[in-house]
């Protein structure tokens, strides 16, 4: 038998959503500075994405990979909310590399 959510739960999961929220805010604003950076290996893909998805096809992804986090989150899954925070770091990675130069 299911037993009925508490007042608990109900906070984790308050703070799993704003988590991935605040993750999701970040996520967008380093893809927009990497997509403004002009580096050749962006170029590259950005040419290659709006062949296929159009100019803003990457944008869609990110917003998918966020609603599929706040829909996971809302259910209280711990597991994908560090993934999404593991995701997160390795964009900041990836974007303090491409735009300090260092790739």
């Given at each position: 038998?299911?037993?009925?959510?508490?007042?608990?739960?109900h906070?984790?999961?308050?703070?799993?959503?704003?988590?991935?929220?605040?993750m999701?805010?970040?996520?967008?604003?380093?893809?927009?500075?990497?997509?403004?950076?002009?580096?050749?290996f962006?170029?590259?893909?950005?040419r290659?994405?709006?062949?296929?998805?159009?100019?803003?096809?990457?944008?869609?992804?990110?917003l998918?990979?966020?609603?599929?986090?706040l829909?996971?989150?809302?259910?209280?899954?711990l597991?994908?909310?560090?993934?999404?925070?593991?995701?997160?770091?390795?964009?900041?990675?990836?974007?303090?590399?491409l735009?300090?130069?260092r790739?």
């Amino acid at each position: 038998m299911k037993r009925a959510p508490s007042a608990k739960d109900h906070e984790g999961t308050a703070m799993l959503l704003i988590f991935c929220f605040l993750m999701g805010i970040a996520n967008f604003a380093m893809h927009k500075a990497v997509a403004e950076s002009g580096h050749p290996f962006v170029e590259d893909t950005k040419r290659y994405f709006s062949r296929h998805f159009s100019p803003y096809g990457s944008y869609a992804i990110e917003l998918a990979i966020l609603i599929g986090a706040l829909w996971f989150a809302n259910e209280g899954s711990l597991a994908v909310s560090l993934t999404y925070w593991a995701y997160t770091g390795i964009n900041a990675i990836a974007t303090w590399l491409l735009l300090s130069g260092r790739t």
